[in-house]
């Protein structure tokens, strides 16, 4: 826990946001990054919320900006998340 909070810390004096990220995500959210269709055998779906448990932080991250065109001054973005990643792969 020290090595995380380390890496967020430093994150922060980067400039970076941090992001608590939610653990779970519509579809449009896992085709946004690419998990779907492709990695949808090493994802965990909620059949009865019609979610996904994330694969990593990346996914609700960057589906923040989905649907949002950023402006010059609005770049770079910054942000960081630390979060459980659920995935049914070999050695996760």
Same mark, same amino acid.
């Given at each position: 826990?020290a090595?995380?909070?380390?890496f ?7 400039? #970076?946001?941090?992001?608590? $990220? &939610?653990?779970?995500? /519509? ?9 779907? $269709?492709?990695k949808?055998?090493q994802? #965990?779906?909620? /059949?009865?919320? /019609? ?8 996914? $609700?991250?960057?589906?923040? #900006?989905?649907?949002?065109i950023l402006?010059?001054?609005?770049? &770079?973005v910054? /942000?960081?998340?630390?979060s ?9």
């Amino acid at each position: 826990r020290a090595l995380i909070q380390f890496f967020l810390d430093e994150a922060g004096k980067a400039g #970076y946001l941090e992001i608590q $990220p &939610p653990y779970v995500v /519509n579809e449009a959210s896992g085709y946004g990054t690419g998990q779907l $269709p492709d990695k949808e055998g090493q994802m #965990y779906f909620v /059949n009865e919320d /019609n979610l996904y448990l994330i694969p990593t932080a990346e996914v $609700p991250v960057t589906n923040l #900006y989905r649907d949002v065109i950023l402006t010059d001054d609005q770049l &770079p973005v910054k /942000n960081c998340a630390y979060s459980a990643c659920f995935r049914r792969e070999a050695g996760s």
